[in-house]
């Protein structure tokens, strides 16, 4: 089936400093991506969707100088925390859709990145 | 998007059947419901999908009665690497690569030998 590759799983980083998370469509393209972010014990709250070729699109709230997202090819969307500080610390999550026509819409999930900022 | 209302937790035991319901009372017509799940320091996992009647795949059977307006994941006999939060989402069907997913609470199923 088609997988969602993310990277890196895990990373500290210091106040202050960027962090580039990937995440990258293995065996299919996928025009549009989503970001999440998840904090302990809750759910999933989508950040953005990234749109190849084009500017993402932020949910209320999110601030898109902070959380940089680029979208440059059909399998790769990177989002980019800028000036990290101990509140971004939480798990970033990306997905991508696949559509087949006529059969189910399913959603692939990336394993993840847990960022922790010190 | 519909709006999803799921029990917080459950709690279960290995070799039992596990039935979690949600309901969806807003959904519309052209919207199908997807159940994920997901354990600790993971992205989701696509679990069953359906739209009315009865889907059955093999890990979960998914109910959904001629209203819509709910529906349950059904876990046949579950084990302790069952555990895990599980999602119900509803949304629109076609068109699927660019409609982003909205979460809601999800349901802890605690699992215990």
């Known amino acids: 089936g088609a997988v969602v590759s993310q990277h890196p799983s895990r990373v500290i980083c210091k106040s202050g400093t960027s962090v580039k998370i990937e995440c990258r469509s293995l065996?299919?393209?996928?025009?549009?991506m989503f970001w999440y972010r998840q904090f302990p014990k809750k759910s999933l709250m989508l950040m953005a969707t990234?749109?190849?070729?084009?500017?993402?699109?932020?949910e209320q709230g999110v601030e898109k100088d902070k959380f940089l997202i680029n979208h440059a090819s059909l399998t790769l969307s990177t989002l980019t925390v800028t000036s990290a500080h101990p509140e971004d610390s939480s798990f970033y999550i990306c997905?991508?859709?696949?559509?087949?026509?006529?059969?189910?819409?399913?959603?692939?999930f990336g394993q993840g990145t847990r960022l922790t900022v010190v | 998007l519909a709006k999803t209302t799921q029990p917080i937790s459950m709690d279960s035991y290995e070799g039992q059947e596990v039935n979690i319901t949600c309901s969806h009372n807003?959904?519309?017509?052209?919207?199908?419901i997807t159940w994920y799940q997901q354990f600790p320091s993971q992205g989701p996992r696509f679990i069953i999908q359906?739209?009315?009647t009865k889907v059955t795949n093999e890990v979960a059977s998914l109910f959904i009665p001629a209203d819509r307006k709910s529906s349950t994941l059904s876990l046949p006999r579950v084990s302790l690497s069952d555990t895990a939060v599980y999602y119900c989402?509803?949304?629109?069907?076609?068109?699927?690569?660019?409609?982003?997913?909205?979460f809601g609470t999800g349901t802890l199923l605690a699992v215990q030998p």
């Open positions: 997905s991508a859709h696949t559509s087949w026509g006529a059969r189910e819409t399913e959603a692939f």
């Open positions: 065996d299919f393209q996928a025009t549009t």
């Open positions: 990234s749109n190849e070729g084009s500017k993402a699109t932020y």
């Open positions: 807003n959904i519309a017509t052209n919207d199908y």
């Open positions: 359906g739209y009315k």
């Open positions: 989402l509803v949304g629109p069907f076609y068109g699927g690569a660019t409609n982003k997913l909205i």
